[in-house]
């Protein structure tokens, strides 16, 4: 099964004090293990360093932790999906075409990116966020 990880599960999964970690783990674990098919957005690889970089845990995560969080966790193990120009100017016609705007586009590169790469799967914990932007999604969005 091909999975593809929005960085709201990673974030999750690596932070051991987040509020979703046990749920979102065991992902995580199965990706490693090689039970599933790991992929990412290449984009989510720097959405997660971002977060990760500024998560509000105590003591702080310095930049040089993240980036090791990232690349050991994902970036050696995960199959980055890159989006080409012409998947960018899609998802905003796309965008546009369903009225919406700001930062949803980003849920909707996410969502380019699960369907380019042929994922079975979704894994998010904002299913509505998807849904909107990907309305036909309903089989491959889910839930850890």
Not at 108 to 114: E, I, Q, S, W
């Amino acid at each position: 099964m091909k999975v593809l990880f929005d960085t709201s599960v990673l974030v999750a999964a690596v932070v051991e004090g987040h509020s979703e970690h046990k749920r979102c783990l065991p992902w995580l674990q199965r990706a490693h293990a090689g039970s599933l098919e790991f992929l990412v957005a290449a984009h989510s690889l720097a959405e997660l360093f971002a977060v990760l970089s500024t998560y509000p845990a105590r003591p702080r995560l310095s930049p040089e932790l993240a980036a090791r969080l990232v690349r050991e966790n994902v970036a050696a193990r995960a199959r980055a999906v890159a989006l080409a120009g012409s998947d960018y100017e899609a998802v905003v016609r796309e965008m546009a075409d369903l009225s919406l705007a700001g930062g949803v586009v980003y849920d909707a590169l996410l969502a380019r990116a699960a369907r380019k790469s042929g994922a079975d799967r979704l894994l998010t914990l904002n299913p509505g966020d998807f849904l909107r932007v990907w309305p036909e999604g309903t089989d491959v969005i889910t839930s850890p």
